[in-house]
């Protein structure tokens, strides 16, 4: 038995102020999961590994689908010509892999990801007030707007755009103003209305 030095043991102090039992179940606990669908199905006297692969997802990406090794792969294909192999591995992986038994988790999931999202993102007011300001002064000559005193940022035209975009994306937010501005029954994709011509600008996205 190797002895500790002294200045070693001598440092090892005791945190009383450490809740232990608290300590040991965060520890060997699974964590806190956020998902619903995932908590439903969950069984907190297995492993946090062991649930995710029942349910037909994967723990990590990483041996899920892992980097493919090409000096493997010929080895496999000519054993396989070469009549080592009687048949290809693939196949007889494939025919003997069975379905998790909570595989229903990973279909709903594939299913609320295809679903449509509404898009909840919204513009702060400052960046509200910025645009519609400059629409106002300039209409959509971006090169004016970056050159206006009030780009404190100092942005670009081609980002003065992005957010003049953006604004008109949001319904919430751009509804109000084109009312005001009695813009609400326009067309905004019509070419030939001078209103919605962007000046000094490409036609990228």
Sequence with gaps: MVRRLRKTKKNQKYNYNRNR???NKKIQGTGTVKCPDIKDDIDFRKNLNINISEMGLAFDVNKAIPVPNA???RTKLAQYVNGFLV?????????????????????RLEKQSKEFVEIRFRLSRGTVKFVTGMI??????????????????????RQIRQK??????I???????LKRKGWLDCDMDDPSDPRWK?????DEV
């Design 71 to 73: 000096k493997r792969e």
């Design 21 to 23: 039992k608290r300590l």
């Design 164 to 169: 003049v975009r953006r604004f008109l994306t």
């Design 198 to 202: 962007e000046y000094g600008t490409d």
């Design 87 to 107: 048949e290809d591995a693939s196949e007889s992986d494939s025919e003997g892999h069975k379905a998790p038994p909570k595989i229903h988790v990973a279909e």
């Design 136 to 157: 106002d002064m300039y209409g959509f000559n971006y090169k004016a707007m970056a050159q206006d005193r009030r780009n404190y940022d100092q942005e670009t035209w």
């Design 171 to 177: 319904p919430q937010q751009s509804t109000p103003y």
